[in-house]
């Protein structure tokens, strides 16, 4: 019954989303986007708190940890809820099993992209000069276990480099970097990205997704620009910690999918190339079913390309 009681008065205070990442960066840029419309659904703030650090770890372990009422939230991902597991042997949380899922928020397709006078004309160039001048390279990142850590250290084993890699508090300060040429190229969300390149203020070299982006047509797929083995998306997720009172989960829920049926926010992720799930890829058994997916996908794939200590 006390279940009950607090589910018909919530939320009756703001609500803590957790970022574990930098402000400015694709998690937070997604999360901002659709927080605001279940901000109105719920008729309560949905508050962004960025906790950076580890690769996004710190933050979702903090929201694992904190009570479920339903007014700590966190934005996980691929590399949170995917990734992580075979890079942290000793990860204070299990993505399948700490977490109520709430719902997919967005896929973020892979883009490749470099410092606006990185001297190659097209990704073949591109790939020759990181070849040659590999022990040069610095390749920005958002710590391990990111998205842009696990999807950067499969690029480089695809190709054979090894960079150095630069680790920042999130994509959006890496993206900063790589725009006055402090850094030379990452693999990021389309969705933090793609203004920058349509504004010319870096270059993109392919998108490793099977079809070119409404939001990059003249960006081309890395299968037609000749590397083929490198295609990879990642994607954004509202999760809980465990343990949410059935209406709370079911409020929650709700909220995700009406932000999700809503036309401006759906303008708003796809203007910067989000793909946003249907209504079959939404809701949490969809999303515990990729999670469970993702980290046996994942584990493999980072020992191949000798991220984990074997
Ligand atoms: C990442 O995993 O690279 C993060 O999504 C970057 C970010 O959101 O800042």
Partial sequence: MAGAGLAQGYPARPVTMIVPFAAGGPTDVIARIVGDHMSRTMGQQVVIENVAGAGGTTGIIRGAQAAPDGYTLMMGHMGTHGAAPAL??????????????????????IVIVARK????????????HLKKNSEKMNQAQAGVGSVSHSTGVLFDSVVGIKPTLVAYRGTGPALNDLMSGQVDFMTDQIVNVAPQIT????????????????????????????????????????????????????????????????????????????????????????????????????TPVLKAAGAVAN
């Fill in 88 to 109: 942290y042997p000793n990860l204070k949380y299990d993505p399948a099993k700490s977490f109520d899922p709430i719902g997919l928020a967005a896929g973020t397709p």
């Fill in 199 to 298: 504004g010319g203020n870096i270059k993109a070299y392919a998108i490793a997704t099977p079809e070119r982006s409404p939001a990059l047509p003249d960006v081309p797929t890395t299968k037609e620009a000749g590397l083929p083995a490198y295609e990879v998306s990642a994607w954004n997720a509202v999760f809980a910690p465990k343990g949410l009172p059935a209406d709370v989960n079911a409020k929650l829920v709700a909220a995700l999918r009406a932000a999700l049926a809503d036309e401006t926010t759906r303008k708003r992720l796809l203007d910067l190339g989000a793909v946003i799930p249907d209504a079959k890829g939404q809701g949490p058994q969809a999303l515990q079913t990729l999670v469970e997916t993702e980290v046996a996908r994942w």
């Fill in 117 to 128: 006078d990185f001297p190659a004309a097209d990704l073949k160039g591109f790939l020759d």
